[in-house]
């Protein structure tokens, strides 16, 4: 009987440490080798789209229209920013590089793979929260990409499955090259 229990005890502590070590040390060891992409102004999108509840589209006014959802213009982020968060240290970046004439380098945080192409304007035209695809914007100061369902990345069988739920088409060809 004992040597029965030997081989499913020892199972059972290698996936005892296994679980610990994919869901505690694995993480931190990803966000090391890839760390998160700074920008030159941290941009609080918590307070933007929480506090203040700007709809994503009053920054992102390409969203609705284009392939992409854009990087606002400085002009864009200076319509507040001129009398707004005026001792604020990141809005004084801002307003440098507007009275400068020198663009802020915006570093995506949201990517997919090269080898496909996502339209934003056919999701938000059929009615998608932006927090389908980007979780809640509104919560985070530092924007992540993030599946909202289990956590990380958007996978290939995220987008599937959605376009199945929702009668949209299935062929290669609506997200591949």
Same mark, same amino acid.
């Given at each position: 009987?004992?040597?029965? &229990?030997?081989? !499913? !005890?020892? !199972?059972?502590? &290698?996936?005892?440490?296994?679980?610990?070590?994919?869901?505690?040390?694995?993480?931190?060891?990803?966000?090391?080798?890839y760390p998160l992409p700074e920008n030159?102004?941290?941009? @609080?999108?918590?307070? =933007?789209?929480?506090?203040?509840? &700007?709809? *994503?589209?009053? *920054? =992102?006014?390409?969203?609705?229209?284009?392939?992409?959802?854009?990087?606002?213009?400085?002009?864009?982020?200076?319509?507040?920013?001129?009398?707004?968060?005026?001792?604020?240290?990141?809005?004084? $970046?801002?307003?440098?590089?507007?009275?400068?004439?020198?663009?802020?380098?915006? !570093?995506?945080? =949201?990517? &997919?793979?090269? #080898?496909? #192409?996502?339209?934003?304007? @056919?999701?938000?035209?059929?009615?998608?929260?932006c927090s389908t695809c980007h979780g809640?914007?509104?919560?985070? $100061?530092?924007?992540?990409?993030?599946?909202?369902? $289990?956590?990380?990345?958007?996978?290939?069988?995220?987008?599937?499955? *959605?376009? $199945?739920e929702n009668g949209a088409p299935l062929?290669?060809?609506? *997200?591949?090259?």
């Open positions: 009987m004992k040597s029965k &229990l030997k081989p !499913i !005890i020892a !199972i059972v502590i &290698l996936l005892s440490v296994a679980g610990v070590f994919f869901t505690v040390v694995a993480p931190k060891a990803v966000a090391f080798v030159e102004v941290v941009f @609080p999108h918590d307070f =933007h789209a929480g506090t203040l509840a &700007l709809e *994503c589209q009053f *920054c =992102h006014t390409g969203a609705a229209d284009n392939r992409g959802a854009n990087v606002p213009a400085l002009e864009q982020c200076m319509f507040c920013h001129k009398v707004a968060g005026l001792e604020n240290p990141e809005a004084k $970046k801002v307003r440098v590089a507007w009275e400068s004439q020198e663009p802020l380098n915006w !570093i995506r945080q =949201h990517r &997919l793979p090269d #080898h496909t #192409h996502f339209r934003h304007e @056919p999701h938000i035209t059929a009615g998608f929260e809640d914007v509104a919560g985070m $100061k530092q924007v992540v990409q993030v599946k909202t369902e $289990k956590g990380g990345a958007l996978k290939m069988g995220d987008c599937v499955a *959605c376009h $199945k062929q290669c060809s609506t *997200c591949h090259n």
